[in-house]
């Protein structure tokens, strides 16, 4: 039997209860299914306990996985892509996906809105911040996230939703509270420097907790899930 449906029940319950730990609403926070490695036959079962969003990483294994959930006649269902974005593969993405949780320059952001079809809703981005400095080569830079957010915020076919970031794994909660931290600070600031955020898209299966209690409004849990994955080679 799949452990699917109990697995999902754990990371909820987990989620509750670290709202109430922090005086959050137990829904304040949403849960995306990570489903890279797993194959449709996993995410429908997903979609059969009551999960809706998903999170894929690698672009043609989540195009394909869109139209095989699409064959199995699932319902509606909203797909975030959370992978590294190569400049040359941005129109499958405008042109199957809901989310993006990776954007970190200004030339993707522009794509991504050029090539967006007409008649679908705008694209629901957050900005990938490196908040590890050197220890990532991945997102903005700090310093430079309000010119990009200024930049995205304007381009007529993506809605700038918030912030996304993959801290250094840490194993103390303080460590892993105080990298959430940092990227709460950053998003209160464009809030208050006028932009209308609702996101901040941090936390996995191994620092869930820090990150709802730091203020995650999307946690992002693939293993808690789906279980180990298998890399191919
Ligand atoms: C794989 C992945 C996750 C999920 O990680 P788990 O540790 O399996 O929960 C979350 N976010 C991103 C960007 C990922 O690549």
Redesign the pocket.
Same mark, same amino acid.
């Given at each position: 039997m799949s452990l699917i449906p109990q697995n999902l029940q754990a990371v909820t319950a987990s989620i509750v209860a670290a709202a109430a730990e922090a005086g959050r609403a137990p829904d304040a926070v949403r849960l %995306?299914a990570?489903s890279?490695t797993f194959g449709p036959q996993a995410v429908h079962e997903a979609v059969a306990a009551g999960q809706r969003a998903f #999170?894929e990483?690698y672009l043609q294994e989540g195009v394909d996985k869109i139209r095989a959930l699409k064959e199995l006649g699932a319902p509606a269902l909203e797909w975030h892509f =959370? #992978?590294p974005i190569q400049s040359n593969k941005t129109r499958p993405i405008a042109e199957n996906f809901d989310w993006v949780?990776?954007v970190e320059r200004e030339k993707i952001a522009q794509r991504l809105s050029e090539q967006r079809p007409e008649g679908m809703a705008p694209l629901q981005i957050c900005l990938q911040v490196n908040i590890s400095g050197e220890a990532s080569k991945s997102g903005v830079a700090p310093h430079e996230l309000a010119a990009l957010a200024h930049k995205v915020a304007a381009l007529p076919n993506l809605a700038l939703r918030g912030l @996304?970031a =993959?801290p250094e794994p840490a194993e103390q909660f303080e460590q892993q509270r105080a990298a959430f931290a940092q990227l709460r600070a950053l998003y209160e600031q464009l809030r208050a420097d006028g932009l209308a955020l609702d996101t901040l898209s941090m936390g @996995? &299966? &191994?620092d %869930?907790r820090a990150a709802v209690v730091e203020g995650a409004t999307i946690v /992002?849990? #693939? &293993?808690? =899930?789906?279980g180990a /994955?298998q890399y191919k080679e």
């Open positions: %995306l990570v890279k #999170g990483n =959370i #992978g949780h990776t @996304m =993959i @996995m &299966s &191994s %869930l /992002r849990v #693939g &293993s808690a =899930i789906f /994955r």
